[in-house]
C-alpha cells in the first residue's frame, strides 16, 4: 500500500474509533488534556509510519500503545510523579512500535487493560459528559466534542463554521486547561448528576446538527457533513444511554428532520419551502428510524422532554401526504406543549407558523406582533420572514415589503436571503 493508501488507512481508523483511543487513554492516564494530545501525537506518528512501513494489522492497537508511550513520555517529564511513572511502565513491552509493524504482542500485560472490551462504551459515554461539561462555554463544548468524539480535525471544524482554524484550535485548548483547572473527573456522572449533565451533552448534539440542517452563513442551506455527524453522535449515544428517553427523542428529531435534505433545495440548491416539497424525495429509511426512537422515548412512559415534542411535530410532516393534508391543529398544541416546557421566542415563532395554517394569518399575526413588542429575536432574519410573510398572505404589500427587505438584509445564509430577494421580486 502506497503513501496514499497509508494516509486513507490512518483517516479511517481515526473517524472510526478516535473516541474509543481517547476515551481509553484519558481512563489510563486519569488526564483527559494528556489523553487528548498523546492520541494526537500517535495520529500524527500513524501519518508518517504508515505509508513508510505499511499498515499495521492492528491499527487500533497501534495507536493505543503509541499514545501510551507518549503518555508515559509525559510522566517521565513530570519530575513530580517519577513513582506514577514507574507503576505505568511496570511490565511495558520493550519491543519497537513505530516501526511499521503490529505494535507489540497481545499478551495479556499493560495493553489488554488499557484496551477493555468491557469498558470501551462507558469510555466512550464519559469521554462525551467530559467534552460537554458545564464548565466550559457553548462554543468551547461544541469544538472539543467533534474534535474529540467525532474525531474531526481542527481544519475541518473550522470549515463547518467558517471560522479560522485558529480559533478553533483555540477554543480546544482553552477547554482543555478549564477542564484541568476545575479538576473534572474523566468518568460517567453518578446518578443523581447523570440527568443534568446530560441536557448538556443532547444540547450540544443538536447545536451541531442545527448549524448543519440549517447554516447560520456562506453559501449552502445544508452542511450534510455537519449534520450527519451530529446523527453519528447521536446514535451513539442511544446505543450508550438506551434507558433515557430524552436520547432517543433527540435522535427521531434528527432522523426526522434529516430525512426531508432531499427535497430541500432545489437543482439550483437555492431553499424549497416546507409546502412546496416534493415528498416522494424525502429519506422514508429516515422516516422509520425516526419513528421508531420516537417510540422508544415515548415508550418510557415518562412524557415527551424538549426534543421528543420537537420529534413529534416533526412526525406530523412526515405522516402528511401534503403541506394542506397536515394535522395542524396537533402541531399548533405539541408547540404550546413546547412552549410551556421549553419558553422561547423561536418556539413561539414556529407556532405561529402552525397557527396561520391551521387558523389563519391574522391570527398567527397576533403572536408574531407580540413578540416584536417585545423586542424578541433582534438580530435574527427569522421574525422578519415570518411576519412579512403573514402581511403577504393579508394583502398588505408594503408593509410586507418593508419586512422582507429588512430580514434580506439580517440574513447571513447566501441562499436563503436569495429566497427573500425572490419574495421581493413578486411583490414589485
Known amino acids: 500500500m502506497g503513501e496514499y493508501g497509508g494516509r486513507e488507512a490512518v483517516a479511517a481508523v ?22 487528548e494530545d498523546c492520541a494526537q501525537e500517535a ?49 511495558l513491552d520493550e519491543g519497537g512500535v513505530a516501526s511499521g509493524g503490529p505494535p507489540g504482542a497481545r499478551d495479556g500485560g499493560a495493553e489488554d487493560v488499557l484496551w477493555d472490551p468491557d469498558r470501551v462504551d462507558d469510555d466512550v459515554l464519559a469521554l462525551m459528559f467530559v467534552s460537554c461539561h458545564p464548565v466550559l462555554s457553548r462554543e468551547a463544548r461544541v469544538a472539543l466534542t467533534l474534535r474529540v468524539v467525532g474525531g474531526l480535525t ?13 480559533t478553533v484550535q483555540a477554543r480546544v485548548t482553552r477547554a482543555k486547561k478549564t ?71 433527540l435522535l427521531a428529531l434528527l432522523e426526522l428532520t434529516a430525512a426531508r435534505f ?37 415508550g418510557a412512559g415518562r412524557g415527551l422532554g424538549v426534543y421528543g415534542l420537537q420529534a413529534a411535530i416533526a412526525e406530523c410532516h412526515a405522516l402528511a401526504p401534503s403541506a394542506d393534508a397536515t394535522d395542524w391543529e396537533r ?25 396561520c395554517m391551521a387558523r389563519g394569518p391574522a391570527v398567527a399575526l397576533r403572536i408574531v406582533d407580540g413578540l416584536v413588542a417585545a423586542g424578541a429575536l433582534p438580530r435574527s432574519h427569522l421574525l422578519p420572514t415570518v411576519r412579512g410573510e403573514l402581511l403577504v398572505r393579508l394583502g398588505r404589500a408594503d408593509e410586507a415589503r418593508a419586512e422582507l427587505e429588512h430580514a434580506a438584509r ?17 411583490l414589485g
Open 14 to 35: 481515526w473517524r472510526i474509533e478516535s473516541a474509543r483511543i481517547v476515551g481509553a487513554l484519558a481512563r489510563y492516564t486519569g488526564d483527559f488534556a494528556l489523553a
Open 43 to 91: 495520529l500524527a506518528e500513524a501519518l508518517v509510519a504508515w505509508p513508510r512501513d505499511g499498515v499495521p494489522r492492528d491499527r487500533t492497537g497501534w495507536l493505543l500503545t503509541v499514545g501510551r508511550r507518549r503518555a508515559i513520555d509525559a510522566f517521565r517529564r513530570r519530575s513530580a510523579l517519577a513513582e506514577r511513572y514507574a507503576s505505568l511502565a511496570h511490565g
Open 154 to 166: 481542527s481544519d475541518e471544524i473550522a470549515k463547518a463554521f467558517l471560522i479560522p482554524t485558529a
Open 179 to 249: 477542564l484541568a483547572a476545575a479538576r473534572v473527573p474523566f468518568a460517567v456522572p453518578p446518578a443523581d448528576e447523570r440527568a443534568e449533565r446530560l441536557g448538556s451533552v443532547l444540547s450540544v448534539v443538536y447545536l451541531i446538527f442545527t448549524e448543519g440542517s440549517s447554516a447560520s452563513s456562506g453559501g449552502e442551506l445544508i452542511r450534510l457533513d455537519l449534520a450527519g455527524e451530529a446523527q453519528r453522535l447521536a446514535r451513539v449515544l442511544a446505543r450508550l444511554a438506551p434507558g433515557e428517553p430524552e436520547v432517543h427523542g
Open 262 to 298: 432531499p427535497a430541500r433545495t432545489g437543482p439550483d440548491g437555492r431553499p424549497v419551502l416546507l409546502e412546496d416539497q416534493d415528498r416522494g424525495r424525502w429519506d422514508r429509511a429516515a422516516i422509520r428510524r425516526g419513528r421508531a426512537a420516537l417510540a422508544r422515548a415515548q
Open 331 to 355: 402541531v399548533v398544541l405539541l408547540y404550546e406543549a413546547l412552549g410551556r416546557l421549553a419558553p422561547s421566542p423561536v418556539v413561539d415563532l414556529n407556532r405561529a407558523v402552525a397557527v
Open 410 to 426: 439580517l440574513c447571513g445564509n447566501d441562499r436563503e436571503r436569495a429566497v427573500l430577494e425572490g419574495k421581493l421580486a413578486d
